[in-house]
């Protein structure tokens, strides 16, 4: 099984300070295709999860330019630019190479 | 836009069975793949498994042997049952389609790209 390790668990950050929120996973997510096969979930309080970004680096609908995820292999990381107050909520990576697992979840909270 | 809501029994006791229900609407259940996901309380997601209109299926191996999936086109609603409930089965569930977001080399890419509300459902004796 692909094991998906998160960091940190919880990220306090005060608005118009950039975030960062590391996925880490126990082998390449690399697919024959040549993308790494990562998606991120976002959330928030009381709300049903949605989709942040697909395929690594690509904004779903909606998604504000201050997402943007860099890596590869194994590592990645997804930047919030300037933290907003509406950016609360629980962050999931997800690996989608073999079947799917999440991390544990990175909780922001705005200061 | 379409709209997916869950449907349990909320309250359950061990060894039962879990029967959810997820009606879709403002779309069609062909040509999409369907999940399941859950919450437990003060945990984060896990992945349950996926459904294709088709009836090919895709599950978690750490619930593989207790999960079935199944899809209703008539009624555009899927299905999930879970064996042998226990208290670690206590979580908010919810259905999501699988939507292709993109195709690249050939391949086609699906994420979850919509949700339902979600659903609760407790295992207690």
């Known amino acids: 099984d692909v094991v998906v390790t998160q960091s940190p668990l919880s990220l306090p950050v005060t608005p118009g300070e950039p975030a960062s929120i590391s996925c880490r996973s126990s082998e390449s997510l690399l697919h024959r295709s040549g993308y790494f096969y990562l998606d991120w979930y976002l959330q928030k309080p009381g709300q049903s999860p949605q989709l942040l970004i697909y395929?690594?680096?690509n904004r779903a609908s909606g998604v504000p330019e201050r997402f943007s995820v860099r890596g590869s292999g194994t590592d990645f990381t997804l930047t919030i630019s300037k933290v907003e107050a509406e950016d609360a909520g629980v962050y999931y990576c997800?690996?989608?190479?073999?079947?799917?697992?999440f991390g544990q979840g990175t909780k922001l909270e705005i200061k | 836009q379409v709209q997916l809501q869950e449907s349990g029994p909320g309250l359950m006791k061990p060894s039962e069975t879990l029967s959810l229900t997820c009606t879709v609407s403002g779309g069609s259940i062909s040509g999409y793949y369907w999940s399941w996901v859950r919450r437990p309380p003060g945990k984060g997601l896990e992945w349950i498994g996926y459904i294709h209109y088709s009836g090919i299926t895709n599950y978690n191996p750490s619930l593989w042997s207790r999960v079935t999936m199944s899809v209703d086109t008539s009624r555009n609603q899927f299905s999930l049952k879970l064996t042998f409930v226990t208290a670690a089965d206590t979580a908010t569930y919810y259905c999501a389609r699988l939507n292709r977001v993109a195709t690249v080399s050939g391949y086609d890419y699906h994420s979850m790209d919509a949700w339902g509300q979600g659903t609760t459902v407790t295992v207690s004796s």
């Open positions: 997800m690996q989608t190479l073999r079947s799917r697992t």
């Open positions: 395929l690594t680096s």
